[in-house]
């Protein structure tokens, strides 16, 4: 499958979690798919002496650490909510720029 079908699923499942009253259970689900695709990003991403390339790799494993299911990170919903947005417009910026 390709890798950006999987972004954009990630992108919805995160635009879905905006939503009230959505059970915690679907947010672990979430947190697990986007450490999965985070860490695909991550291995796929170039080696290079490019800073931007780097920069990038280094935004993967930060958003591994952020959404890893392991260990809860209480910061609250609202802070949560404008997190997911923040991911779900890198990740559409991220499909736009590599097309």
């Known amino acids: 499958m390709n890798i950006n079908k ?9 635009l879905i979690a905006l939503i009230p009253g959505i059970p915690y259970g679907y947010f672990n689900i979430l947190r697990l ?3 999965v695709i985070f860490s695909i990003m991550a291995i796929q991403t170039p080696k290079s002496k490019q800073n931007t390339k780097n920069l990038q790799f280094v935004g993967y494993i930060v958003m591994i650490i952020l959404f890893q299911p392991l260990i809860r990170i209480p910061i609250g919903r609202f802070i949560w909510n404008i997190i997911d947005v923040a991911v779900a417009i890198w990740l559409l910026l991220d499909i736009n720029k590599k097309k």
Do not use: H, Q
């Not at 999987?6 to 995160?14: D, N, P, Q, S, Y």
């Open 6 to 14: 999987l972004k954009i699923i990630l992108i919805v499942g995160l």
């Open 33 to 35: 798919y986007a450490v």
